[in-house]
């Protein structure tokens, strides 16, 4: 295998003509650059160098050797200063996906501050929930993730770091001058005839599993994962609904009340990489504003 250093004593000797000379220019001993080249010739299986008295003439594979290594060594150069940039966060990409209302509250804080301390580095962002948001992670589709979970302990993130962030409690969701718009908490159970507004199947899943636990199962009237169309539904008058508090952070309840609802459920907000990525200078800058941002929340 041919090396960069046994390249650069190769340039420096025929730019010199002679192993002292080179070594003079390399700061290194002439043996040091007699071994170097004898290493070269090795590796590339045929002589270099033709030694006549105390001068130093190229072969026609050391002149062949000689006309790429400028470019080899100048390709080199500057791969280690993109490198060197990247790990001292003068540049680097990071690639970041969000579930919705992650992307109006925590995703918008944590970039800007990102901005702001290494402008070199650029983020790109894209929306997906879990578990889509997982797969795109473990595919190499992106390089953190921020996703939720219900209840902890589930075996699937084994693979991959977990950073927590928050914990954030669903509330209820009644319209203005509902008859429990006024109270100071509301029991699941007190909901149990009121036509709901809700989610996906898959993203009501939660919710059904707390009626039911509270003794019924919820009618729901009217499904859509869009959170503004949720509130402005209940603002209508036309349901009740439970959302994250971070979706009601990022959409203004025109019409509608927040109300605290018992018993408390939660989701845990994360945000997730796998481990050879954690070590990635902007991957880690980006994990450490995201837990700056959810303080802040």
Same mark, same amino acid.
């Given at each position: 295998?041919?090396?960069?250093?046994?390249?650069?004593?190769?340039?420096?000797?025929?730019?010199?003509?002679?192993?002292?000379?080179?070594?003079?220019?390399?700061?290194?001993?002439?043996?040091?650059?007699?071994?170097?080249?004898?290493?070269?010739?090795?590796?590339?299986?045929?002589?270099?160098?033709?030694?006549?008295?105390?001068?130093?003439?190229? @072969?026609?594979?050391?002149?062949?050797?000689?006309?790429?290594?400028?470019?080899?060594?100048?390709? /080199?150069?500057?791969?280690?200063?993109?490198?060197?940039?990247?790990?001292?966060?003068?540049?680097?990409?990071?690639?970041?996906?969000? *579930?919705?209302?992650?992307?109006?509250?925590?995703?918008?804080?944590?970039?800007?501050? /990102?901005?702001?301390?290494?402008?070199?580095?650029?983020?790109?962002?894209?929306?997906?929930?879990?578990?889509?948001?997982?797969?795109?992670?473990?595919?190499?589709?992106?390089?953190?993730?921020?996703? *939720?979970?219900?209840g902890?302990?589930?075996?699937?993130?084994?693979?991959?770091?977990?950073?927590?962030?928050l914990?954030?409690? /669903?509330?209820?969701?009644?319209?203005?001058?509902?008859?429990?718009?006024?109270?100071?908490?509301?029991?699941?159970?007190?909901?149990?005839?009121?036509?709901?507004?809700?989610?996906?199947?898959?993203?009501?899943?939660?919710?059904?599993?707390?009626?039911e636990?509270?003794?019924? @199962?919820?009618?729901?009237? *009217?499904?859509t994962?869009?959170?503004?169309?949720?509130?402005?539904l209940?603002?209508?008058?036309?349901?009740?609904?439970?959302?994250?508090?971070?979706?009601?952070?990022?959409?203004?309840?025109?019409?509608?009340?927040?109300?605290?609802?018992?018993?408390?459920v939660?989701?845990?907000?994360?945000?997730?990489?796998l481990?050879?990525?954690?070590?990635?200078?902007?991957?880690?800058?980006?994990?450490?504003?995201?837990t700056?941002?959810? @303080?802040?929340?």
């Open positions: 295998m041919i090396e960069a250093r046994h390249l650069r004593v190769l340039r420096a000797v025929a730019a010199t003509g002679s192993f002292s000379a080179a070594a003079r220019e390399l700061g290194c001993t002439q043996p040091a650059v007699s071994q170097q080249m004898k290493a070269l010739e090795s590796s590339a299986g045929t002589p270099l160098l033709i030694r006549t008295g105390r001068e130093m003439r190229l @072969t026609q594979a050391g002149e062949a050797l000689v006309r790429h290594a400028s470019g080899i060594l100048a390709g /080199l150069t500057a791969a280690e200063e993109e490198v060197a940039a990247i790990a001292g966060l003068r540049a680097g990409r990071v690639r970041l996906v969000s *579930f919705p209302s992650g992307s109006s509250t925590l995703v918008p804080t944590a970039l800007a501050a /990102l901005r702001a301390a290494h402008p070199g580095t650029r983020v790109s962002l894209v929306e997906a929930e879990p578990p889509r948001s997982i797969e795109m992670l473990r595919e190499g589709d992106c390089d953190v993730a921020l996703a *939720f979970r219900y902890a302990g589930q075996a699937e993130w084994d693979d991959l770091i977990v950073r927590p962030l914990a954030d409690r /669903l509330v209820g969701l009644v319209p203005d001058g509902h008859r429990l718009a006024d109270a100071e908490s509301v029991g699941i159970a007190e909901l149990a005839e009121e036509s709901w507004i809700a989610g996906c199947p898959r993203c009501r899943r939660q919710l059904v599993e707390v009626c636990e509270a003794g019924f @199962t919820p009618r729901i009237d *009217f499904a994962d869009d959170y503004p169309a949720v509130v402005g209940v603002g209508a008058g036309l349901g009740v609904a439970v959302l994250p508090e971070l979706a009601i952070e990022s959409v203004r309840p025109k019409g509608a009340r927040t109300v605290v609802v018992e018993p408390a939660e989701r845990e907000i994360v945000a997730l990489t481990p050879d990525l954690a070590q990635v200078p902007a991957v880690a800058a980006t994990l450490d504003e995201l700056r941002a959810a @303080t802040r929340a």
